[in-house]
């Protein structure tokens, strides 16, 4: 049908391009801004959740069509998906199969998901199938544990019905060309439209710090640092250490097991008590917990082996940071160090970014600020990003197209 073009879509039209050539020639934010929604004051549970509603969202003219746009974070640990309407959906990244007949029986259901899986792990077949932020390639079901998780992720988010799912979808700074494609191959099964974005560049947009800033990502598997310099970050602005979240777990389980030889120590246990006292500095009051001896609970102050070990990761993190400060013209450095932006779930250790701080005292004055919803940062981004960028101009953003 044929329909004079109006003032209001030549406008439009003019805002969409301005839009796209500011990300082409990318620089900062929005045009067209739209709040993206969060939870406002609402506190937000550390656990496996769903959290819907909150403040939605204005009604815009992208809303009017049927695209649904979703964020998505693929973590090793945690998968998170934001959507439109503000719906959250946090479940951790494991995938479990009843092993046997008996195990559909005690189960009831083909498939379980997150932290129901990992209690029920004694009778499914279970895979985390995220390493480093990417997926598994080449090993066992890992694969379709992905795919199973991208959906139920997606599912978790209850789209209206006749609506069609557009994600954005953060992959690590650092993810090769084949685990970037082997990823839209598996997300278009389950979405209309997919845009990949490095993750580090998700958390910088949704901070609007897009330029001459360092974002440091500590998660499970790695910490990836990216240094943001107003364009699509490439290799040599960016660094991935091995050591995260899963690292300090296993000097944690270490560290007690010498400390309480007779204690039951896992590294599950290590990391619920990370993420409960977790400390690179002496706390005020001592760390005491209940750990099993020969079954019984006992107290016992766990201070000095929680702070030793979660402090094991601040001295690469700096050396990391330095490296990346080298990578800015020297006008630029005092800028850069009061724009260090700490994201991902292990941001959330008490007295980390003090202990940054710290270490850099000779530098001049250092900020280093910690992004206010670690968990869904990378996803408020990833989302933000596609609000801001119509959908059918999506694939014009190569980050696929790059290859690290
Ligand atoms: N409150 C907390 N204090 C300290 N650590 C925490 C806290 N909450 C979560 N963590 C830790 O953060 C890590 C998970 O962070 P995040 O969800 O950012 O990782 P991920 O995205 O799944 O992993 P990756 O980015 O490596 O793929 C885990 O090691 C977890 O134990
Ligand atoms: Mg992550």
């Known amino acids: ?32 801004s739209k709040k993206l929604t969060t939870e406002g004051d609402q506190r937000v549970d550390k656990s496996e959740k769903k959290v819907r509603g909150g403040t939605a969202k204005k009604m815009s003219s992208q809303d009017v069509s049927k695209d649904f746009l979703v964020g998505i974070d693929l973590g090793t640990s945690r998968s998170v998906l934001v959507g439109e309407d503000g719906t959250k959906v946090v479940v951790e990244s494991i995938v479990g199969w009843p092993r046997d007949i008996i195990g559909i029986k005690v189960i009831g259901q083909a498939i379980m998901f997150g932290k129901e899986a990992l209690a029920m792990r004694d009778s499914l077949e279970i895979s985390r199938p995220l390493a480093d932020g990417v997926i598994k390639e080449g090993k066992g079901r890992d694969q379709e544990a992905a795919e199973e998780l991208l959906r139920h992720l997606v599912e978790q988010a209850g789209v209206p019905q006749g609506r069609n799912v557009c994600g954005v979808i953060g992959v690590p700074a650092k993810a090769s060309l084949k685990s970037k494609e082997l990823l839209m ?68 389980v270490e560290a007690l097991k010498k400390q309480f030889p007779d204690a039951s120590i896992t590294s599950l246990l290590a990391k619920q008590l990370k993420e409960k006292h977790g400390t690179v500095s002496q706390p005020r009051s001592k760390i005491v917990t209940n750990l099993r001896v020969n079954g019984v609970k006992e107290a016992h102050d766990i201070t000095d082996s929680m702070v030793y070990a979660c402090s094991r990761i601040v001295p690469d993190i700096v050396e990391g940071i330095k490296q990346l400060l080298l990578t800015f013209d020297p006008e630029f450095e005092d800028e850069v160090l009061q724009n260090i932006i700490l994201a991902g779930g292990m941001s959330q250790l008490e007295g980390l970014p003090a202990a940054i701080e710290t270490a850099f005292k000779d530098f001049g004055i250092v900020k280093i600020q910690t992004v206010r919803t670690a968990l869904y940062n990378g996803a408020e981004g990833a989302l933000r990003l596609g609000m801001d960028i119509p959908v059918q101009h999506w694939d014009k953003i190569g980050f696929l197209d790059q290859d690290s």
Request: hydrophobic residues 40%.
């Open 1 to 32: 049908m044929n329909r004079k073009i109006s003032s209001e879509d030549i406008a439009t039209l003019k805002s969409v391009k301005s839009q796209i050539s500011r990300l082409a020639r990318l620089v900062g934010v929005q045009a067209n």
């Open 185 to 252: 191959d598996i997300a278009q099964k389950c979405m209309r439209r997919v845009m990949l974005i490095s993750e580090p560049f998700a958390v910088a947009y949704e901070q609007k710090k897009l330029s001459n800033s360092i974002v440091v990502d500590i998660g499970a598997g790695t910490t990836d640092l990216c240094a943001m310099k107003g364009r699509i970050p490439d290799d040599d602005h960016q660094l991935t250490i091995n050591k995260a979240g899963n690292y300090v777990d296993g000097v944690l």
